[in-house]
């Protein structure tokens, strides 16, 4: 997967999203990972790239790089053994849907600790493919998940987005269902094995972030297109983002904090889409709308104006790390477990309908009106029809 760098100083990042970057130390949050066997799934991508520099740096036994890419994990595996002459770097190709290939993976690696980065975070791709979105975000962590406790790992870190949160989108909703899946195990599961849940943010210049797009239109002089004027995010960087999921690895595991809960941290206020657009432009040396010109473009399918870190009653406490909130809420594990079997179904079939179906039930009302929540599953429906 192509990862465009952000190619900005601390100072120019710092102007663009409006805060300074936490202060990270990498060697620090990575600690309790020396030594061990970790396995990161979607190690390919933009996140996961960084993530395993970042495990590598900290010396675990071994590193186990899962991901379908091959390209992308050749080119992984060259930068972690150029960084890491003597680290046990292993590769895995594989899709996390495919739970015969996980089992054998896990039972050969026996990881230690894993990392789920694995994701379809395209919003707009995986409304157009709801069951694709399905089978990767939903039943993908469940397999994890499962492969994970079979090999009685001690810890499950999942990534998911601010996205999860009231989805008014399809992806939104298959992450908001694997933050559940893994949310109902850490509760359940009687065994060693903890699940992490850890909701971040827009990441700045990962492969499915606008920063990318951005920087494209900018270096080619071309309009810088925004979907709303008053569209508002939540941006963290990719190191800030790795640290996050470090030190959330270090809370999860502490008996000290409650279970099926999801981890936060603080990203400041959000930030204006078109005032980072502009930023970006003059952090280039051009002027926005004289050297590059920014437009309007208008909402796509099951975008919000607004992102939330937080839903409407979850339960929100300090933790041991005063950057970093626990989010909790009620859980239903029997209607859960009803979603999983008809989202199998339906996959299996690759029936689209039967899947929107489904996932269009949690399309999040507070956010969406009931009518409209049918006129959004309607849509797919005529789309299909054409």
């Known amino acids: 997967m192509e990862t465009v760098e952000p190619a900005y100083s601390s100072a120019e990042m710092a102007q663009i999203l409006g805060r300074e970057e936490h202060e990270i130390d990498l060697f620090k949050s990575g600690a309790n990972l020396t030594g061990k066997r970790v396995l990161i799934t979607g190690a390919a ?3 996961g790239s960084t993530l395993s520099r970042a495990v590598a740096a900290v010396s675990p036994a071994q590193i186990t790089l899962f991901d379908h ?9 060259n930068t972690l053994e150029e960084l890491q002459p ?6 895995a190709l594989g899709d996390v849907r495919d739970r015969a290939r996980l089992a054998r993976v896990f039972a050969k690696e026996r990881p230690e600790v894993v990392f789920h980065v694995a994701a379809l975070k395209h919003v707009g791709l995986v409304e157009d493919n709801p069951a694709e979105g399905a089978a990767t975000n939903v039943l993908g962590t469940r397999n994890v998940a499962d492969a994970a406790m079979a090999v009685n790992a001690k810890a499950m870190v999942l990534i998911s987005t601010d996205k999860a949160v009231c989805p008014r989108n399809i992806m939104g909703a298959t992450k908001k269902l ?8 850490d509760i359940s599961n009687t065994g060693r094995t903890r699940f992490v849940v850890v909701r971040f943010g827009n990441v700045f210049g990962s492969s499915g972030s606008v920063v990318p797009l951005f920087q494209r239109q900018i270096a080619t002089q071309r309009a810088v297109t925004i979907t709303h004027s008053k569209a508002e995010r939540f941006f963290m960087t990719e190191r800030e983002a790795v640290a996050l999921l470090l030190d959330a690895l270090q809370l999860g595991v502490c008996d000290m904090q409650p279970r099926g809960g999801v981890f936060i941290q603080d990203m400041g206020q959000r930030v204006l889409i078109s005032d980072l657009a502009k930023r970006m432009i003059r952090a280039k040396g051009m002027i926005p709308d004289v050297d590059v010109p920014v437009v309007i473009t208008g909402l ?3 975008e919000k104006i607004l992102e939330n870190l937080h839903e409407p009653g979850e339960d929100v406490t300090s933790t041991l790390d005063s950057k970093i909130s626990l989010a909790m809420s009620d859980l239903d594990h029997g209607v859960l477990q009803t979603v999983i079997l008809g989202l199998e179904a339906a996959c299996r079939l690759s029936d689209e309908e039967a899947a929107l179906r489904i ?3 949690w399309l999040e009302p507070a956010e969406i009106a009931q009518d409209e929540k049918q006129k959004n599953i309607h849509r797919f429906d005529e789309r299909k029809a054409k």
């Open 300 to 302: 796509r399918a099951g």
């Open 178 to 185: 694997a933050e559940m899946v893994c949310r109902s195990k």
């Open 359 to 361: 996932l269009g039930d």
């Open 45 to 47: 991508g933009s996140i």
């Open 86 to 91: 003597k680290l046990q770097c292993r590769v």
């Open 69 to 77: 890419d091959e390209f992308g994990l050749y080119r992984i595996r």
